[in-house]
Structure formats: C-alpha cells, structure tokens
C-alpha cells in the first residue's frame, strides 16, 4: 500500500492530448495491480503443508493452526488470479472508454477495488506472516542425523542433563518450567551428530489437557526421537514416584518401548524410598534404568554410552541401513 501510495502521485501525463491522458489512466491502473500482484510472489515460495515434516508443523501450529495458514494461502492466492483477470478487463475498458471522464471513472474504480480487496485480505497476510514467525522461532532439526530426546516431569534435570553433555547453552533453575521451549545441542560422535533435545516438563495430565508449554515437549517427544532419556527425579524436592510413573506412562503412550531409558537423576541427595519405587517400577515395565547425579556427575558417562548406542541403533533402522 505504501509502495502505492508513494509512485501513484509521481505519474505523470506526456502531454494534454486525449491519447496521453488515457495512457497515464492506463498507466495508473498497471501500476497499481502490477505492484500488488509484484508483492504476491511470495506465495509461490510457500511451503504447503505436506511439505513440511509434522514435527514443524504441530509446533508452528501451537502458535498459528497449519490449515488456517495454508487456508489463507490459498485464499490470497485466489485473490491474486482474480486481479490478474480484474487488470485485464479494466485495461481493456480505460482503453476503449468513450470519453476521458469515463477513462477516468474506470481508473478510479479499477484502483479501488483492488485497494479494498487488499485491505480486506490483511487478516490473511497477518496469519501467514505470523505461521512464517513461528516457524522461524523452532529450533533446528536434522532429520539425517540421530536425536535422543530427554523428558521428564518439571525441575527433574533435564536441562542439567543437557547442558552437561551437548553444547546447548540451556537455563537450569531450581523452579518448575524453566525450560519453556524446544532446545537442541549437538555431541559430537565418530560418524554422526547426536542431537540431543531438551523439552519442557510435563505434568501428570492427558496429552489434550497440557498447557502450550507441555504440548511443545509432547511434540517433540512424539516426532523426534531415536532415542528417549525419561528422568525421575529422586530427591525428596521431587514429585511424588506415582505422578513421575503416570507421567513415564503418557510418554510411552507415543514412543515405543524400545526406545526408552530411565535414569533416576538427583542421586546425590536421593530418598532410598524413591529409588526403591522408581527402580521396581522401571523393571515391571522391562525398562533400562541408571542412577545419576547431573550435580556430581555420577553414571552420567556410562548412561550417555547406552544411549548414544540406542539412538544410533534406531537411527540405523530408521534409515535401513
Ligand atoms: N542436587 C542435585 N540437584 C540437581 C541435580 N540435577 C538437577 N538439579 C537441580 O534441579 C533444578 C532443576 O534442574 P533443571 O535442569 O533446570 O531441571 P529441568 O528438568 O530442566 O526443569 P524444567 O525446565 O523446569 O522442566 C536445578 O536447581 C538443578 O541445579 C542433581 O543431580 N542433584
Ligand atoms: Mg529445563
């Protein structure tokens, strides 16, 4: 509009002939629709939603819903076939007008109604701006390369564990939901980058009740995964054993079995009770579970060994190699 607005005025007639006054009419409604459809071709460029892998699109989705982009995609997309036509027949009618008043009345009406269609459609110009913005913010994931993803209930160390192994900088803190979006760190492996995804923590409740925040751990702990790193926290600040079961519960309701590992994290200052609860329940589910403190550093280097072995193990299957 802005573009419009600045280069309408700087038009100007060659002359007062009749035929120069009905170009400059001409010449102001191409510029117009030549701009506003100019300004479109970033519609070409738009990834449809198929294209995108549905890790990206759940979690741009929890900020803006995939169909309501791609809707409005590909009503501006209409929008634009419908200019294009518009353009040609009020060309056709400035040209053909009987008078100048009438070139002039054309005119008038073509730059108008494109202008208002514009403005009307600036509810779907936002939407996708704001899809785009999402996407943008999502961390970076490199579906050719292994990833082990760590979850856990609030403040249970995943971060801690993170930190401590990969290169992500990530905030540790003692309250619950430090860790409010997706991160990634990288190790470095002989053949491969391991990525290693820190997720927020997640409350015992069904996946549909999750807060936005939780529902961002739920979708990468659903579509990334080669590997899963499930922390207890042990330590008598923890959840209760039961909620930290109930939680290990929901999480294997999207990733199989195989996939998983416990450690039982906070070991440095643990409550015997705990590790009691946490290991029973560990064996009954047939689960590989390890003791460790993110503080000390104890069973860290054989936990990471396990699980590198995992996740290049599942990554292998996945690429059937
Ligand atoms: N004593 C002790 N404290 C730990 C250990 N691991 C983590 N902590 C502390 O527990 C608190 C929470 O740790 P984080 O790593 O931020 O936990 P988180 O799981 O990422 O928490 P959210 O992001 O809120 O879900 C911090 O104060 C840590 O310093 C441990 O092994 N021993
Ligand atoms: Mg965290």
Do not use: C
Not at 11 to 39: F, G
Not at 199 to 219: H, S
Not at 242 to 260: D, F, S
Not at 272 to 287: D, Q, S
């Amino acid at each position: 509009m802005n573009k419009v607005l600045r280069r309408y005025p700087e038009l100007r007639p060659k002359s007062k002939r009749p035929r120069d006054i009905t170009n400059l009419e001409i010449n102001r409604v191409n510029l117009v629709y030549q701009i506003i459809i100019d300004k479109m071709s970033f519609l070409d460029k738009l990834p449809p939603p198929e294209a995108m892998h549905p890790f990206y699109l759940e979690l741009a989705s929890l900020t803006v819903p995939y169909k309501k982009y791609w809707a409005s995609a590909k009503g501006l997309m209409r929008l634009r076939q419908k200019m294009k036509e518009m353009w040609e027949d009020y060309r056709a009618m400035v040209r053909s007008a009987v008078s100048l008043e009438e070139a002039a009345r054309f005119r008038r009406e073509a730059v108008g109604r494109a202008l208002s269609m514009v403005r009307r459609s600036s509810g779907a110009f936002k939407t996708i701006r704001d899809f785009k913005y999402a996407v943008a913010q999502l961390p970076s994931i490199d579906f050719d390369q292994p990833r082990l993803v760590v979850a856990g209930m609030p403040s249970s160390g995943k971060s801690s564990f993170v930190k401590r192994v990969s290169t992500a900088e990530v905030e540790v803190a003692s309250y619950p939901f430090t860790t409010k979006q997706v991160h990634v760190g990288h190790v470095d492996l002989k053949r491969y980058k391991l990525q290693v995804v820190d997720t927020p923590g997640i409350l015992d409740r069904p996946w549909e009740e999750l807060n936005e925040i939780e529902r961002k751990a739920a979708v990468a702990i659903r579509y990334l995964p080669n590997a899963l790193l499930f922390l207890y926290d042990v330590s008598d600040e923890g959840y209760g054993i039961e909620e930290q079961n109930a939680v290990l519960e929901n999480v294997l309701r999207i990733v199989p079995k195989e996939k998983v590992v416990i450690a039982l994290n906070k070991m440095d200052i643990a409550n015997e009770k705990k590790v009691k609860m946490a290991e029973e329940r560990a064996k009954e589910l047939g689960l590989p579970v390890f003791k460790v403190s993110m503080k000390t550093g104890e069973g860290l280097d054989e936990l990471m060994e396990f699980l590198v072995k995992k996740a290049l193990e599942d990554f292998a299957k996945e690429k059937g190699v």
